[in-house]
């Protein structure tokens, strides 16, 4: 239903809401997509490039009010105008129907107790006001415009607030932020790593240039703080690139690392590990992935993308023996310390390409009874499941990031004759629209 007030704008009603959030609409017999509109609203949209939201005339009954200034042009939460059990209902609808074809039950979830301020990996990028004056901001969705975010709602309390006055400190000693058209300035990122266990923090600063003017007076006044700051890192990314981390560190403060722990063991955290940044869902997530394989004991398990070994390490206790492999050599040198620093001594990581390894595997006939796969969002490869095949390991625990890359990768675990057991989910990332899977798969019999 479309009203029309002036040329450029449009009154309409929300025919229905996306499962990441957007309202959807029929325009001039064309399928239109708005953020932040929910199913039922009468709204105010304006086309400039696209259609945008400019006022709710009706508003739904499932919408809350939003606690985030930029909500509507950020793009990083997706969910932040709707109650969080909406948002539940949402996730429940769209992961239940994309797996309809291949699991026929229903698809149970677990939810979090915090469904903000959760994030305990805080990424941010360096830009200046007309006066010079450094702000911090996040990438607005699907661009390079850096949008100014003084206290992300997702973002770990304790991290917001030591971003804020390690920015203040900066600014102090004029810093400038690099800006990608002139090719001047120097700051281009901020990171923080906190471990909530510890309650202290790692800071990375990403630097256009190999040199960080008022180095000492820096790290003098952020250790002075007092906010549990352990160690500081510059990264060198001097490339005309879009990745945040460049390929060289230099620890300016501390030894380069701090611990966190999960489920009662310890893991060292580097600027680069991958690590989950959710403590809560991590938790809940390695405990149920692990829980699904009913370990004996006297099984050999391998724990494949095993980024710094923390699934391995915490299935150590229930396995005769682990095999972590990943292709990362810093994170094998990572994970190797992390089993000594927890006493672990019936795991053995292997820096290699999984699929590589487990076809040498097939030519040894080593047994492996369990394995334990947690690939990046891409999934895994069909290479690779065929050698799970090919060594005929019994049982699959398959955690996945990405449904979608879940679903193409268990109809190739179907059609090799393996059968889904169970399937369910892991909130990891509330108010977005991402999502953990956590799969049990065994050979049919």
């Known amino acids: 239903m479309i009203t029309r007030e002036r040329s450029d704008k449009v009154k309409l009603i929300c025919e229905n809401t996306t499962p990441d959030g957007k309202g959807i609409f029929e325009i001039n017999n064309k399928r239109v997509y708005i953020p932040g509109i929910l199913k039922g609203e009468e709204v105010e949209v304006e086309k400039n490039k696209r259609y945008e939201l ?35 209902d949402l996730k429940k609808k769209y992961i239940n129907g994309l797996m309809k074809d291949i699991y026929n039950n229903k698809i149970p979830f677990t939810f979090m107790n915090n469904e903000l301020y959760y994030r305990t990996k805080v990424q941010m990028t360096f830009k200046e006001s007309k006066r010079h004056q450094l702000a911090l901001g996040l990438y607005k969705e699907n661009s390079h415009d850096i949008i100014t975010v003084e206290n992300c709602l997702l973002h770990n309390k304790k991290a917001n607030e030591l971003a804020i006055k390690i920015l203040a400190i ?108 959710n403590h809560e869902g991590v938790e809940k997530l390695y405990q149920k992935a692990i829980d699904k394989l009913e370990l004996k004991g006297n099984e050999t398990i391998i724990d494949a993308y095993c980024g710094v070994g923390t699934i391995g390490i915490i299935a150590s206790s229930k396995a005769k023996n682990v095999i972590g492999i990943e292709l990362n050599r810093q994170s094998i040198k990572l994970a190797i310390n992390n089993a000594k620093i927890n006493g672990v001594k019936n795991i053995n990581f292997i820096a290699a390409d999984a699929t590589q390894k487990l076809n040498e595997m097939c030519l040894t006939n080593t047994k492996i009874d369990a394995i334990i796969m947690d690939p990046p ?13 090919k060594l005929k390991i019994k049982k699959v625990c398959y955690v996945s990031c990405e449904p979608t890359t879940l679903k193409r990768d268990l109809e190739i675990f179907k059609s090799l004759g393996y059968e889904i057991k169970s399937l369910e989910c892991v909130d990891m990332f509330p108010r977005t629209f991402n999502v953990e899977a956590i799969t049990l798969l065994g050979i049919k019999k």
């Open 170 to 277: 900066l600014n102090k000693y004029k810093l400038r932020a690099y800006d990608e058209e002139t090719n001047t300035g120097i700051l281009r990122h901020l990171l923080i790593r906190y471990s909530e266990t510890e309650d202290k923090a790692l800071v990375v600063f990403v630097l256009a240039t190999k040199i960080l003017p008022k180095r000492k007076d820096i790290v003098k006044d952020i250790i002075a703080l007092n906010m549990g700051v352990e160690t500081i890192i510059e990264n060198y990314n001097i490339r005309d690139t879009s990745i945040v981390l460049g390929e060289e560190d230099k620890i300016i403060y501390g030894t380069g690392f701090i611990l966190d722990k999960i489920l009662g063991k310890k893991f060292l955290i580097g600027s680069n590990t991958f690590y989950q940044i």
């Open 377 to 389: 969002r891409d999934g895994s490869t069909k290479q690779f499941i065929s050698a799970i095949h």
């Open 54 to 88: 400019k006022r709710i005339i009706t508003k739904s009954p499932l919408r809350i009010e939003v606690k985030c200034a930029q909500f509507d042009r950020c793009g990083g939460c997706q969910y932040l105008h709707m109650s969080y059990e909406s948002e539940q």
